[in-house]
């Protein structure tokens, strides 16, 4: 029998995780947070380095891979770092940002070295 009140997410994760709560009310905390949180990304897409700013204290950054592997994750304590793409192969990654007032955002990057004519 399936449940059709619930949210079921799965992925690369051991559990699978489950909300008994409404996905309107789970959107609407995700968003609100997004909101509080001023954060800038660019370039988008990147060829030699990515800014990464914001009004509060960034306190950790977190680069995926689309597979959902950590590339890397930094502890900080700044309102803006240069993350270079030396080490990237072109492609898509997520980027995980924490601030001091325990907001969460994460954004979508392309790295792009590669121009193509």
Known sequence: ?????????????????????????????????????????????ATEQITISSEAIITEFTLYDLTGHIIMTK???????????????????????KDNLQNNFTKKVLIQKDKKD
């Open 1 to 45: 029998m399936t449940d059709t009140n619930s949210v079921y997410i799965g992925g690369d994760f051991s559990n699978i995780l489950h909300f008994g709560d409404s996905v309107s009310s789970i959107i609407s905390s995700i968003n609100s947070n997004e909101m509080e949180f001023d954060l800038t990304i660019y370039p988008n897409p």
């Open 75 to 97: 502890k900080l304590f700044t309102k803006e770092f240069i993350l270079t793409t030396d080490v990237l192969k072109d492609g898509i990654y997520m980027i995980s940002i």
